[in-house]
């Protein structure tokens, strides 16, 4: 019965080493280079290979395991986010930067709010609602243009609040979530 047990410890502990091993080991994939993808998603001659590059960068923001500035794809997705001339591109890199968690993109997301092409104002809307962790409930789609103004006003004070240090010493919520996400990207390291 010892000698039973011996086994299926030693069986249970290889299982483990080999489960651990399979989900922690680096990649040996190669990625895309970030700049590399946002030029192609900026200069591509078709929209669709724009589309397609936009596409492929967000995948590699996710694969770096990154949140923020530390993910080395934020400046690319950033700046495909400001200068694409296509509105499907641009969305694309939105949802990459919340993805990613990035708030240092937040004054370009509330001033996206604004931009000429709806899909990206409804874009941004969704990003800052997520990362915010606003209710969605209270901020329906705006049917004219001055409740959609008075939503962008209630975000716009939800981000001073968001990143407001309190009276009592305690980090601000901006602060706080940044430190989750700096201790949650040392745990799988």
Known sequence: MAQQLKIAAGVLVLVVVVVYVWWCWPSQEKLESPQALAQQALSAPKL??????CARLVT?????????????????LFQV???SKAPTVRVAAALGLASIWDYDSMEALLAALDDPSVEVQAAAKQVILNLL???RRRFPPAVSA???QAQAKEMRDRWEDFRRVPKN???SKL??????????EGEKE
């Open 175 to 184: 602060e706080a979530w940044q430190k989750r996400l700096a201790v949650r």
């Open 169 to 171: 010493g305690r980090p």
């Open 48 to 53: 669709e290979e724009q589309e397609q590059a």
């Open 146 to 148: 001055e409740e959609r």
């Open 133 to 135: 962790e606003l209710d």
């Open 60 to 76: 590699v923001a996710g694969k770096l395991h990154k949140s923020g500035p530390r993910n080395p794809a934020r400046e690319p």
């Open 81 to 83: 986010f400001q200068q």
